[in-house]
């Protein structure tokens, strides 16, 4: 097994952006080897179970009331009807279940019908992982007894350019609620979005401050970002296409997250859409071991099943079957556990 550090400097996690691609490639992919079943892939399943109307500002989403998408708020959906789409995304292989829910925090007022979701999705055997923004330590705790897996809570970029994309809540805040989820003892998932318009350096910070936690996210989802037309990003990336995310530029990201957090699943997420099989060839090379599939994400469109499966096919991937820690902290994940 490979070592588990914490303690990468900014500038060993520059030079790993800096190798030359064949080498980099070479590297992430025999951490992943180390690590990982090759060619095993997790299949995930999202569901936005409360859309739109969300009062923060975050320059790439098409959920904010400050974007003008066309995206329609609704209210949290029935807990029945969220547990008929998990059953659906069962039958379709998936292993494990994401509910999104525009929020910049849940009210207690909801927490009892997400402790229902959440216990219902577990007991059909899936996975849970929950994300619906900034949560209390009491929350977090409901939350943990409820059963649930997973917190899904990104810190989408470097600290300097977080508060370029969003301005109604700060850095630090998206690190307080990962500590309440940690201390709870919830698995974290937390990633982030490339090809905001960042620079290399920011995608430096962003890897660095996630390997630099005390103990390595369990999930790292990498997002390109999807350019919706009415967001502050997306029509920035209408007006500059110079600006999109270079493809090669976009894998370096995924390899660099796999060599420095070589026990994490880290997810190929959002924007699989718009890239090429090569590309996300070579994603899962670079270490991706996770994707969302379904012809949906939370409000924007996915590459869908038959399209995967027919790249799997093509690629010959597999379905990651067999069981990962089911709940509680991924030792592995722990610098200093897995040193002892
Ligand atoms: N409201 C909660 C929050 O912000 O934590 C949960 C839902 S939010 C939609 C979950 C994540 O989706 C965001 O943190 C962001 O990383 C990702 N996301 C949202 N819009 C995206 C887009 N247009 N392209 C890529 N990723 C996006
Ligand atoms: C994550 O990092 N990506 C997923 C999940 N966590 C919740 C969300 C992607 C959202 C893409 C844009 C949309 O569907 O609106
Ligand atoms: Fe709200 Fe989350 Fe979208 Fe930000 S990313 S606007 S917090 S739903």
């Not at 992943?32 to 009062?55: D, M, W, Y």
């Not at 975050?58 to 949290?76: F, I, R």
Request: a negative charge; glycine letters at 8%.
């Amino acid at each position: 097994m490979t070592l588990i550090r914490n303690d990468w400097t900014r500038e060993e996690i520059a030079g790993l952006f800096d190798l030359p691609f064949t080498e980099l490639l070479f590297q992430a992919a025999s951490t992943h080897r180390e690590n990982h079943p090759p060619g095993q892939v997790q299949l995930c399943t999202l569901l936005s179970i409360k859309t739109g109307g969300c009062p923060e500002d975050c320059g790439y989403c098409s959920q904010s009331v400050h974007a003008d998408s066309g995206v329609e708020a609704t209210k949290l959906m029935d807990v029945q009807a969220v547990l008929q789409s998990a059953a659906q995304a069962k039958d379709h292989g998936s292993q494990r279940f994401c509910m999104g829910a525009a929020w910049r925090n849940p009210k207690d007022r909801d927490m009892p019908a997400i402790v229902e979701i959440v216990k219902g999705v577990r007991e059909m055997g899936l996975e849970t992982c929950m994300t619906l923004g900034m949560l209390t330590p009491k929350q977090a705790d409901m939350l943990a007894e409820a059963g649930l897996d997973y917190y899904n809570h990104n810190i989408d970029s470097s600290p300097e350019y977080y508060e370029r994309v969003i301005s109604t809540r700060g850095f630090d805040e998206r690190i307080e609620t990962l500590d309440h989820v940690r201390n709870a003892g919830i698995n974290v998932c937390s990633g982030g979005i490339v090809g905001m318009g960042e620079t290399r350096e920011d995608r430096v910070g962003f890897v660095h401050t996630l390997a630099t936690l005390e103990a390595h996210p369990e999930s790292v989802p990498v997002n390109a970002l999807v350019p919706v037309k009415g967001t502050v990003l997306g029509d920035m990336l209408a007006d500059t296409p110079l600006a999109k995310i270079d493809d090669i530029e976009f894998v370096r990201t995924v390899a660099v997250a796999r060599i420095t957090m070589p026990m994490s699943m880290v997810r190929l997420s959002a924007g699989r859409e718009n890239m090429s099989e090569a590309t996300q060839a070579l994603c899962f090379l670079a270490g991706a071991n996770s994707i969302f599939t379904g012809d949906k994400l939370l409000t924007a469109p996915n590459a869908g099943d038959d399209s995967d499966g027919a790249l799997f096919a093509k690629l010959g991937l597999t379905a990651l079957q067999g069981e990962e820690p089911a709940r509680g902290l991924n030792p592995a994940c722990n610098v200093s556990e897995a040193a002892e």
